[in-house]
Protein backbone atom coordinates (compact mmCIF):
# COMPACT_ATOMS: atom_id res chain seq x y z
CA UNK A 1 0.00 0.00 0.00
CA UNK A 2 1.25 3.64 -0.60
CA UNK A 3 1.93 4.27 3.00
CA UNK A 4 5.21 6.86 3.80
CA UNK A 5 7.11 5.22 6.77
CA UNK A 6 6.36 7.98 8.71
CA UNK A 7 2.35 8.04 8.00
CA UNK A 8 2.51 4.26 9.14
CA UNK A 9 4.32 4.81 12.38
CA UNK A 10 2.30 7.84 13.70
CA UNK A 11 -1.05 6.16 12.26
CA UNK A 12 0.00 2.94 14.93
CA UNK A 13 0.64 5.19 17.73
CA UNK A 14 -2.53 6.86 16.86
CA UNK A 15 -4.63 3.72 16.89
CA UNK A 16 -3.02 2.23 19.82
CA UNK A 17 -4.12 5.75 21.95
CA UNK A 18 -8.29 4.23 21.40
CA UNK A 19 -8.25 1.02 22.52
CA UNK A 20 -9.73 0.03 25.26
CA UNK A 21 -10.65 -1.44 28.78
CA UNK A 22 -13.95 -2.76 29.93
CA UNK A 23 -12.70 -0.75 33.57
CA UNK A 24 -11.84 2.74 31.53
CA UNK A 25 -15.36 2.54 30.25
CA UNK A 26 -17.28 1.74 33.03
CA UNK A 27 -15.54 4.78 34.67
CA UNK A 28 -15.95 7.04 32.21
CA UNK A 29 -17.85 7.13 29.05
CA UNK A 30 -17.07 10.15 26.91
CA UNK A 31 -15.12 9.19 24.19
CA UNK A 32 -12.07 11.83 25.16
CA UNK A 33 -11.87 10.33 28.52
CA UNK A 34 -12.04 6.83 27.35
CA UNK A 35 -8.98 7.96 24.76
CA UNK A 36 -6.79 9.50 27.67
CA UNK A 37 -7.05 6.67 30.34
CA UNK A 38 -6.24 3.89 27.49
CA UNK A 39 -2.82 6.26 25.87
CA UNK A 40 -2.02 6.26 29.41
CA UNK A 41 -2.45 2.35 30.35
CA UNK A 42 -0.67 1.62 26.87
CA UNK A 43 2.11 3.39 27.78
CA UNK A 44 3.03 1.96 30.95
CA UNK A 45 2.40 -1.34 29.63
CA UNK A 46 5.11 -0.90 26.76
CA UNK A 47 7.59 0.84 29.02
CA UNK A 48 7.28 -2.23 31.35
CA UNK A 49 7.54 -4.94 29.16
CA UNK A 50 9.37 -3.73 26.08
CA UNK A 51 10.20 -7.08 25.09
CA UNK A 52 6.49 -7.41 23.83
CA UNK A 53 8.08 -5.75 20.77
CA UNK A 54 9.66 -8.55 19.79
CA UNK A 55 7.36 -11.41 20.96
CA UNK A 56 5.10 -12.15 18.54
CA UNK A 57 2.57 -13.93 20.14
CA UNK A 58 2.36 -11.00 23.26
CA UNK A 59 2.07 -8.71 20.73
CA UNK A 60 -0.37 -10.46 18.76
CA UNK A 61 -2.41 -10.51 21.93
CA UNK A 62 -2.01 -7.33 23.00
CA UNK A 63 -3.58 -6.53 19.88
CA UNK A 64 -6.44 -8.30 19.34
CA UNK A 65 -7.56 -8.29 23.00
CA UNK A 66 -7.29 -4.19 23.53
CA UNK A 67 -7.60 -2.81 20.23
CA UNK A 68 -10.29 -4.84 17.57
CA UNK A 69 -12.99 -4.53 19.72
CA UNK A 70 -12.78 -0.69 19.79
CA UNK A 71 -12.75 -0.18 16.06
CA UNK A 72 -15.67 -0.30 13.80
CA UNK A 73 -13.74 -1.96 11.07
CA UNK A 74 -17.01 -2.39 8.66
CA UNK A 75 -17.44 1.45 8.44
CA UNK A 76 -13.26 1.98 8.10
CA UNK A 77 -13.61 -0.94 5.07
CA UNK A 78 -16.79 1.24 3.73
CA UNK A 79 -14.91 4.28 3.41
CA UNK A 80 -11.66 3.09 2.11
CA UNK A 81 -13.99 1.18 -1.07
CA UNK A 82 -15.95 4.74 -1.25
CA UNK A 83 -18.28 4.26 -3.98
CA UNK A 84 -17.17 0.74 -5.18
CA UNK A 85 -18.52 -0.90 -1.69
CA UNK A 86 -22.14 -0.57 -3.38
CA UNK A 87 -20.50 -2.46 -6.19
CA UNK A 88 -19.65 -5.52 -3.53
CA UNK A 89 -21.69 -8.35 -2.61
CA UNK A 90 -22.85 -8.71 1.09
CA UNK A 91 -20.16 -12.01 0.94
CA UNK A 92 -17.82 -9.62 -0.84
CA UNK A 93 -18.09 -6.77 1.58
CA UNK A 94 -17.40 -9.10 4.62
CA UNK A 95 -14.00 -10.72 3.23
CA UNK A 96 -12.80 -7.03 2.40
CA UNK A 97 -13.81 -6.03 6.07
CA UNK A 98 -11.43 -8.94 7.02
CA UNK A 99 -8.76 -8.33 4.58
CA UNK A 100 -8.83 -4.84 5.47
CA UNK A 101 -8.66 -5.52 9.13
CA UNK A 102 -6.06 -7.79 9.07
CA UNK A 103 -3.96 -5.68 7.46
CA UNK A 104 -4.37 -2.69 9.50
CA UNK A 105 -3.41 -4.68 12.49
CA UNK A 106 -0.19 -6.10 10.84
CA UNK A 107 0.39 -2.22 10.58
CA UNK A 108 0.20 -1.46 13.74
CA UNK A 109 2.30 -4.33 14.78
CA UNK A 110 5.25 -2.93 12.86
CA UNK A 111 5.37 0.47 14.40
CA UNK A 112 4.66 -0.13 18.06
CA UNK A 113 8.17 0.96 19.21
CA UNK A 114 7.15 4.41 18.11
CA UNK A 115 4.80 4.70 20.57
CA UNK A 116 6.30 4.13 24.33
CA UNK A 117 8.62 7.06 23.85
CA UNK A 118 5.84 9.71 22.82
CA UNK A 119 3.78 12.03 25.03
CA UNK A 120 0.13 13.08 23.97
CA UNK A 121 -1.51 16.40 24.88
CA UNK A 122 -5.42 15.92 24.41
CA UNK A 123 -7.21 19.38 23.68
CA UNK A 124 -10.75 19.94 24.90
CA UNK A 125 -13.56 18.00 23.22
CA UNK A 126 -16.27 19.99 21.40
CA UNK A 127 -19.46 17.95 21.77
CA UNK A 128 -23.31 17.92 23.15
CA UNK A 129 -25.16 15.92 24.86
CA UNK A 130 -26.74 14.20 21.80
CA UNK A 131 -23.73 13.63 19.24
CA UNK A 132 -23.03 10.34 18.59
CA UNK A 133 -20.22 11.13 15.91
CA UNK A 134 -17.43 13.44 17.59
CA UNK A 135 -13.50 14.16 16.92
CA UNK A 136 -11.26 13.71 19.39
CA UNK A 137 -8.09 15.83 19.13
CA UNK A 138 -4.75 15.13 20.31
CA UNK A 139 -1.01 16.04 19.57
CA UNK A 140 1.52 13.63 19.99
CA UNK A 141 5.19 14.63 20.62
CA UNK A 142 7.45 13.01 19.58
CA UNK A 143 11.49 13.27 21.12
CA UNK A 144 13.41 15.74 19.49
CA UNK A 145 10.84 15.93 16.96
CA UNK A 146 7.48 18.36 16.10
CA UNK A 147 4.35 17.98 17.62
CA UNK A 148 1.92 15.94 15.10
CA UNK A 149 -1.85 16.57 15.42
CA UNK A 150 -3.67 13.31 15.50
CA UNK A 151 -7.50 13.47 15.05
CA UNK A 152 -9.91 10.10 16.10
CA UNK A 153 -13.09 10.38 14.11
CA UNK A 154 -15.60 8.13 16.75
CA UNK A 155 -18.76 7.38 16.15
CA UNK A 156 -21.40 6.13 19.75
CA UNK A 157 -23.11 2.62 18.96
CA UNK A 158 -26.31 1.52 20.19
CA UNK A 159 -25.10 -0.05 23.01
CA UNK A 160 -23.75 3.67 24.18
CA UNK A 161 -19.87 2.42 23.16
CA UNK A 162 -17.49 4.34 21.47
CA UNK A 163 -15.86 2.76 18.77
CA UNK A 164 -13.32 4.81 15.81
CA UNK A 165 -13.91 4.78 11.98
CA UNK A 166 -10.69 6.88 11.38
CA UNK A 167 -7.79 8.48 12.26
CA UNK A 168 -6.27 11.76 10.71
CA UNK A 169 -2.47 12.22 11.34
CA UNK A 170 -1.48 15.72 9.78
CA UNK A 171 -4.94 15.75 7.71
CA UNK A 172 -4.24 12.56 6.05
CA UNK A 173 -6.86 10.26 6.55
CA UNK A 174 -5.53 6.40 7.80
CA UNK A 175 -8.82 4.42 5.67
CA UNK A 176 -9.23 7.02 3.50
CA UNK A 177 -5.76 7.23 2.15
CA UNK A 178 -6.06 3.32 0.97
CA UNK A 179 -8.88 4.67 -1.50
CA UNK A 180 -7.39 5.72 -4.58
CA UNK A 181 -6.10 2.24 -4.80
CA UNK A 182 -8.55 0.21 -3.80
CA UNK A 183 -10.84 2.16 -6.93
CA UNK A 184 -7.95 1.72 -9.25
CA UNK A 185 -7.81 -1.87 -8.59
CA UNK A 186 -11.65 -2.33 -8.67
CA UNK A 187 -11.66 -0.07 -11.76
CA UNK A 188 -9.53 -2.50 -13.32
CA UNK A 189 -9.60 -6.00 -12.54
CA UNK A 190 -12.53 -6.27 -10.14
CA UNK A 191 -13.89 -6.40 -6.57
CA UNK A 192 -12.31 -9.80 -6.41
CA UNK A 193 -8.57 -9.01 -7.23
CA UNK A 194 -9.07 -6.31 -4.53
CA UNK A 195 -9.90 -8.72 -2.05
CA UNK A 196 -7.02 -11.41 -3.43
CA UNK A 197 -4.65 -9.03 -3.60
CA UNK A 198 -5.30 -8.10 0.22
CA UNK A 199 -5.03 -12.26 1.17
CA UNK A 200 -2.03 -11.91 -0.90
CA UNK A 201 -0.39 -9.08 1.47
CA UNK A 202 -1.74 -10.82 4.43
CA UNK A 203 0.59 -13.89 4.18
Do not use: C, H
Amino acid sequence: MKFSKWFVSLASVAALSVVSTAQAQAADGAPDALVKSVSTEVTAVLKADPAILSNQPKLKSLIETKLLPNFSFSRMTQLAMGRNWAKASPDQQAALTKEFQTLLVRTYSGALANFRNNTIDFRPLRMNAADTDVIVKTVVNQPNGQGIPIDYSMEKGADGSWKAYDIVVAGVSLVTNYREEFNTVVRDQGVDALIKQLQAKNK
